[in-house]
């Protein structure tokens, strides 16, 4: 049986921020990654079953920036949708 794909997307709480705080998550999450730019805008709007620890260290930035409810971080989808 094959594992179910799950698309994470962090762009929602991004939408929460301030556009000065925007560049600041922006540049911590691309250290946090290691990717480049361009991955990091691949990434916050489809990440393909995102590993733990990278969703927990995303929560975590998000919570430096008083976003503290994970549900206003995460789009959640299946695969089938």
Request: neutral net charge; contains cysteine; charged residues 30%.
């Amino acid at each position: 049986m094959a594992i179910e794909k799950k698309y994470y997307s962090f762009t929602p709480g991004l939408e929460l921020l301030s556009k000065s705080d925007y560049s600041k998550i922006q540049g911590d999450i691309i250290i946090f990654l290691g990717c480049s730019k361009q991955d990091y805008y691949r990434k916050r709007a489809c990440y393909i079953n995102i590993p733990a620890h990278v969703k927990e260290g995303i929560e975590s930035i998000f919570n430096k920036y008083n976003i503290n409810d994970i549900r206003q971080i995460w789009e959640i989808k299946d695969s089938d949708e």
